[in-house]
């Protein structure tokens, strides 16, 4: 499911361009534009298949925009043109050479292909390749093989989104502009594969189960390992069992896959941490416009951390972040006026298109006019509105903690009692489930959805404000310090930040002329988080909980920027399952891809909420 929602989503800016623009079709674009087809020699002999799109009115150079993608050039063939071209209409009317490249070892193009290729810093010889050196020696032959004005530009979305950031460390002095969108940064700290150690079991089982089958004899397409279709996930996932089942026919029987390698990874080990471009992004010279979406289900952690990552190591940097209500990819779609039940009006995408990317690229390829966005845009859930600021995050952004307490109660008063906990039995043969949509694909809207349904469960707990007084404003990191006991020796902690919607209240119709939807007592998510316990001190040496101890257990959050408004509560929820968007737990200390049935067992967790064990969620508060 995962590898159609990327390509669906990849396919946004052909929707974009047929909405924004009259006939913006394939015979548009071979009215205008002129196809080549090349293999390009990378130093190490390899060559990568590769698209070129040349305008027509050769008046004047163009400067290049290209994209590097394992997801395919298509359409194949120098007759065979795309629909569109570029990362939207406006860039495409206003004409550059548009480049389209299969990655190493994806497709048409030679070589071996690598998930997140590991990055070499101090490259010794030709035969010392990775994605920045492919992306360099790709640079050195168009501008010598192209009549370009001598500057490139790189964007994506996805992974993509990862190849512009790969690109970004010793670039091509030619690259002037770059747009990692959704970037995938760190697959098991917070992107795609693992959430702080906890597998991703839905979105990687229907990924890989056709990404990386064998390849066609023309490279044109790959059959699957096998079809990965049912109507109810969950029901699915649960019968399924262990996934040491998945390693053997008939699901991913070829030891070389992907989904091997990446079960054969359960710990933060050397295979990811060389697979961590972050800590590669330093003393970048391109200016840079990172992209992401507050509901990206996939790559949320992977555009703030980006961002981050060069602000951190690049000092002096020309770097721009931007972080919208959208999808994984959603500011590509031909319009975003809402989700799920957030209503927000004016058309984002359109301001997102043509006041933002199509200037960033425009300023720093063509010299056309200026670049004077803020180095922050975000909207801001709640109040519907984009906000500006300097730095991320803001400087007036100041942390502060709410204690969890008895009765569910959430304050900003620490506990006075001696003792106190609230207790849930977590049984992994009745997870939680993450949505309470029935389907066999991922229900995109669970990052908004109401939370009543799990709410209502014995084995989540609840913990909510008095109504508020008065509008609060969270913008910034979220921290939840859990004190914990449990009976078995490791279990898995979700954290929730809620809105709660107070009696009476309505939001427009998510369709024109439809009635106005009654939000009475809705428990609308704003941002959750997954920690497998064990992983609560070293994501790479894991540590077994002892029974009935009392440790502390600290969630990151990905950032948020939202207004609970006057009236509303704010709720944290917790739970020990989250099925089966992530895998189950057995609640012993065992490596889960190893695991058998009899493993998988119930354990008494307890959140500790007393003057020597208080828990507590460190929100960022506006001021």
């Not at 390749?129 to 979305?157: A, H, R």
């Not at 709410?455 to 969270?474: C, G, H, I, K």
């Not at 954290?495 to 209240?505: E, L, R, Y």
Request: glycine residues 6%; aromatic residues 14%.
């Amino acid at each position: 499911m995962k590898r159609i929602v990327l390509l669906c989503l990849l396919c946004f800016s052909t929707w974009a361009a047929a909405a924004q623009n009259p006939a913006p079709d394939t015979s548009w674009v071979k009215a205008n534009y002129t196809k080549t087809e090349h293999y390009i020699p990378m130093r190490d002999g390899v060559k990568l298949f590769t698209a070129i799109y040349t305008p027509k009115d050769n008046s004047q150079t163009y400067p290049i925009i290209m994209q590097r993608t394992p997801y395919s050039v298509r359409p194949y063939g120098e007759h065979n043109y795309r629909r569109s071209l570029g990362p939207n209409a406006y860039l495409m009317r206003e004409k550059y050479i548009f480049v389209y490249q299969d990655a190493r070892g994806r497709y048409k193009s030679e070589g071996t292909f690598r998930e997140m290729t590991p990055a070499i810093e101090n490259k010794k010889s030709n035969k010392d390749v990775d994605e920045s050196s492919d992306t360099y020696d790709t640079v050195e032959w168009l501008l010598k093989n192209t009549k370009s004005n001598g500057k490139v530009g790189q964007w994506g979305i996805s992974f993509p989104g990862y190849y512009s950031s790969a690109g970004l460390p010793d670039a091509h002095p030619a690259m002037a502009a770059v747009s990692p969108q959704a970037p995938m940064s760190d697959e098991f700290i917070g992107d795609d594969c693992y959430h702080n150690g906890a597998f991703f079991l839905m979105d990687n089982f229907g990924f890989y189960s056709g990404f990386d089958g064998p390849k066609t004899k023309d490279g044109t397409g790959y059959q699957s390992h096998f079809n990965a279709e049912y109507s109810d996930a969950y029901k699915y996932f649960l019968d399924l069992g262990p996934l040491k089942k998945t390693n053997a026919a008939p699901y991913f029987a070829d030891p070389n896959s992907i989904w091997r390698q990446t079960t054969a990874h359960p710990v933060y080990d050397e295979f990811w941490q060389s697979r961590n471009i972050k800590r590669h992004l330093k003393n970048i010279k391109p200016a840079v416009l990172v992209v992401g979406g507050w509901f990206d289900a996939e790559d949320l952690y992977g555009a703030l951390k980006t961002y981050a990552a060069i602000e951190k190591q690049s000092p002096g940097n020309n770097s721009r972040l931007v972080m919208g209500p959208w999808t994984h990819g959603g500011w590509a779609a031909p319009a975003w006026k809402r989700f799920a039940q957030y209503q927000f009006g004016a058309d984002l995408n359109k301001y997102y298109q043509e006041e933002i990317e199509t200037k960033f690229f425009n300023h720093h390829l063509k010299g056309k006019g200026t670049f004077d966005q803020p180095e922050v845009t975000v909207f801001e859930t709640g109040s519907n509105q984009w906000r500006y600021y300097d730095v991320w995050p803001p400087k007036n952004s100041e942390p502060t903690t709410f204690y969890l307490g008895e009765k569910g109660t959430l304050s900003l008063k620490k506990p006075a009692s001696a003792g106190g906990g609230t207790s849930y039995e977590s049984d992994p043969a009745k997870p939680v489930p993450y949505t309470h949509v029935i389907s066999g694909h991922r229900n995109n809207e669970y990052m908004a959805e109401d939370q009543r349904f799990a709410s209502r469960r014995p084995d989540v707990v609840s913990f909510q404000t008095d109504s508020l007084a008065e509008d609060l404003t969270l913008t910034g990191e979220i921290v939840a310090d859990l004190m914990v006991s449990m009976t078995g020796s490791d279990a898995d902690f979700i954290v929730k930040v809620i809105d709660v919607w107070p009696a009476g209240s309505k939001v427009p119709a998510a369709q024109e002329n439809g009635k106005p939807m009654a939000m009475d007592g809705y428990q609308q998510m704003v941002r959750a988080e997954v920690l497998r316990g064990k992983f609560r001190n070293s994501f790479s040496k894991p540590e077994p909980f002892t029974k009935d101890k009392i440790e502390k257990v600290t969630v990151k959050l990905n950032e948020v920027a939202h207004t609970f408004q006057k009236g509303h509560r704010l709720m944290v929820q917790v739970q020990s399952s989250w099925f089966p968007l992530v895998d189950r737990n057995p609640q012993k200390f065992i490596n889960i891809f190893e695991a058998t049935e009899s493993d998988f067992q119930k354990s008494r967790i307890t959140i500790h909420h007393d003057s020597r064990n208080a828990s507590s969620i460190t929100l960022p508060v506006m001021h």
